[in-house]
């Protein structure tokens, strides 16, 4: 098993993400905060969250796909949590 971690900036909404590129899921929560929006995305039995734009409008219930720079992405182990593409 591994812990995928994906900064905020990695993070794309709005273009039509590469099917190999992109989380896709149900939007489970709109939360305002203060000049930020971040949307609860459900993917599988996961619950994930991401700061959007704050002009986006995105509704519970909603399917989202958000595309993702998968050259920035971070893979851990999941037992002792060192890093698998940096050695």
Do not use: C
């Not at 203060?34 to 700061?51: C, H, K, N, P």
């Not at 796909?65 to 002792?80: E, G, I, P, S, T």
Request: hydrophobic residues 45%.
């Amino acid at each position: 098993s591994v812990i995928l971690g994906i900064r905020p900036e990695d993070v794309t909404e709005g273009a039509a993400p590469a099917a190999d590129a992109r989380i896709a899921g149900t939007v489970f929560s709109v939360l305002p905060v203060g000049s930020d929006l971040f949307i609860g995305l459900r993917v599988g039995a996961d619950e994930l969250f991401f700061r959007v734009s704050k002009q986006a409008h995105y509704r519970e219930g909603e399917q989202v796909a958000l595309a993702v720079a998968n050259d920035r992405m971070h893979v851990f182990a999941k037992d002792d949590g060192r890093n698998l593409v940096w050695k």
